[in-house]
């Protein structure tokens, strides 16, 4: 079954500080991963998109790595803010054919940035 | 540029009461649509998908289900609901064919079955 496992399962850091989300996924074949922001009771938005031949995508304070060997990302944030606090969601997308474009999703770190 | 709308935002409903959420996009064609739920402190669940009208894929099986009656619109049906029911919702769309396109999301339903 294919899965994306993430961790921590919560983090609570200093406005200020940088912080490393991890992402490891099983789903093969594999077409490309997205790192979403889910702030609460709102739906996901896309943060940064990476296939399989890419190693790193930057979007502002968000940077994205991608190990398609290991099957492992991370999620870099510099420079926290309070309005960095939401839900981070690793999504990968299987290589599929026939269309459906099947999103599998990991359960999320809750990043909390505090004052 | 293209929208998607959900509603309604909230929902209150007793069990065994029916069930119908819908979803619509504008500035888009034969889009991919998606029903997703979100349990608390679980991730995304796809519960069905829609490459187009009448066309539905039920990944999990359950209490719901999913119709497509116009190109741009889907929709969550349930005749009886049951409280394991509860959760958020989310319907979202892709652009059909392209692996590497983005999902767009709705803002979500909340639904707690009492």
């Known amino acids: 079954k294919n899965q994306v496992e993430q961790s921590p399962q919560s983090l609570i850091i200093l406005e200020g500080k940088n912080c490393t989300l991890q992402c490891n996924y099983t789903v093969s074949p594999f077409s490309n991963l997205r790192w979403y922001k889910q702030d609460t009771g709102r739906g996901p938005v896309s943060l940064t998109i990476m296939t399989f031949s890419e190693n790193t995508k930057s979007n502002g304070r968000y940077t994205a790595t991608l190990d398609a060997d290991t099957k492992q990302s991370s999620l870099h944030i510099t420079a926290s803010q309070l309005s960095d606090s939401a839900s981070y969601i690793c999504?990968?997308?299987?290589?599929?054919?026939?269309?459906?474009?099947?999103?599998?999703f990991g359960t999320g770190t809750q990043l909390k940035v505090e004052l | 540029s293209q929208t998607i709308h959900q509603w309604p935002a909230t929902l209150v409903q007793p069990v065994g009461s029916p069930l119908s959420l819908e979803c619509t996009v504008e500035g888009t064609s034969n889009p991919n649509l998606y029903w997703y739920r979100q349990a608390a402190g679980r991730g995304l669940q796809l519960l069905f998908y829609?490459?187009?009208?009448?066309?539905i894929s039920s990944e999990v099986p359950q209490n719901l289900s999913a119709s497509r009656p116009q190109d741009r619109q889907f929709i969550l049906s349930s005749k009886k609901l049951l409280l394991s029911d509860s959760g958020f919702y989310l319907c979202a769309w892709a652009i059909s064919g392209r692996m590497n396109t983005e999902a767009f999301f709705g803002q979500g339903t909340r639904l707690t079955v009492v």
């Open positions: 999504v990968v997308t299987p290589k599929l054919t026939g269309g459906g474009n099947k999103l599998t």
């Open positions: 829609s490459v187009g009208i009448g066309q």
